[in-house]
């Protein structure tokens, strides 16, 4: 079911879903989080796909803001907002919106805010009434991130912000951004890509003999931010020299080669649309597995489970990041 309210206020949103709650004989005390997601026109739908499957394992209630194309322009001053009121004082409210239910909204409900004037400057108080009371609140931007998500209007109300910086127009620049602004409540998805890698990582070096490490290398596309952070980890973890390789045509982390006494530890996926990676220890038969490539749904899911500090991944983009890039 999907519903347009167009030019309309945050009091008849609320009402709305009401009524559809007690139509359906549900409650919004069922939904465990509330998602806010800052997006454009052009990934709205993208990120409202990834968001529905995510919470059919986390049902919430989704909220994305997508300013209309020239949206700040448009309206003058009718977008202004008045102190804790998000309704335009004006005949025009300045404010589009959709609300999808059912099967359109996973197990949950999907409620997007087209705001235009001045209130897209004011998105947080367009949101607070709409928040599921008493569960947590996360922000997820999808491709651009603000260079501090803790001071963005929606990053500041919530308790766990997701920015995927491998998705960004400078994936480099971006990550430079959020490490210069960190925070414990951050996490980038390009992290999160790595959760299989380094799982499988740990357990092979969890097998005997408990041999020291002595070199690394990590080999993939350039430029790849995955990539680099998996070395940084290696780098900070082990305490070791690691080096990075530039695989011509390949699109994701190829291979972890782990050099000790007794030879070379390796973990290799030259194909990532293939799945299939190649466990080879020294001494014993070389092991395949299936290793596919993460999804972006995979990867919501998991950090909208955690709701936690990753430390791991703030050491990782602190001191991990600068024993791999020290002139950066």
Request: proline share 7%.
């Amino acid at each position: 079911m999907i519903i347009d309210m167009p030019n309309t206020r945050t009091r008849e949103i609320s009402r709305k879903i009401d009524e559809l709650h007690e139509e359906r004989g549900e409650s919004a005390t069922g939904r465990v989080l509330t998602l806010l997601i800052s997006t454009n026109e052009d990934e709205l739908e993208h990120a409202l796909e990834l968001a529905n499957a995510a919470s059919r394992e986390h049902p919430c209630r989704v909220i994305a803001i997508s300013p209309k194309r020239g949206a700040a322009a448009a309206g003058g001053q009718k977008g202004a907002v008045a102190e804790n009121d998000a309704d335009a004082q004006d005949e025009e409210s300045n404010l589009d919106a959709q609300v999808r239910f059912g099967a359109d909204a996973g197990a949950g409900e999907i409620i997007v805010l087209h705001p235009r004037g001045g209130l897209v400057h004011h998105q947080d108080t367009l949101v607070i009434p709409l928040l599921v009371p008493d569960a947590p609140v996360v922000a997820w931007w999808p491709t651009e991130a603000p260079a501090n998500p803790s001071k963005d209007l929606l990053g500041a109300m919530a308790r766990t912000r997701i920015t995927d910086a491998m998705r960004s127009s400078n994936p480099y620049r971006t990550i430079a951004d959020l490490r210069r602004n960190r925070s414990s409540k951050n996490v980038d998805l390009s992290w999160t890509r790595l959760t299989v890698w380094r799982a499988m990582l740990a357990t092979m070096l969890d097998q005997p003999p408990h041999l020291p490490i002595s070199t690394v290398r990590v080999t993939g596309p350039k430029g790849f931010l995955p990539m680099d952070m998996l070395a940084a980890w290696l780098r900070l973890r082990l305490n070791v020299p690691v080096t990075v390789e530039d695989v011509p045509g390949a699109t994701a982390v190829t291979g972890v080669y782990l050099t000790r006494s007794d030879g070379v530890l390796s973990l290799e996926r030259p194909d990532a649309d293939g799945g299939v990676a190649v466990i080879s220890m020294p001494g014993a038969s070389p092991q395949t597995i299936s290793v596919p490539a993460r999804t972006l749904e995979e990867c919501l899911s998991e950090e909208l489970r955690r709701l936690n500090p990753d430390e791991v991944y703030a050491e990782v983009i602190t001191e991990g990041w600068d024993l791999i890039h020290p002139t950066d």
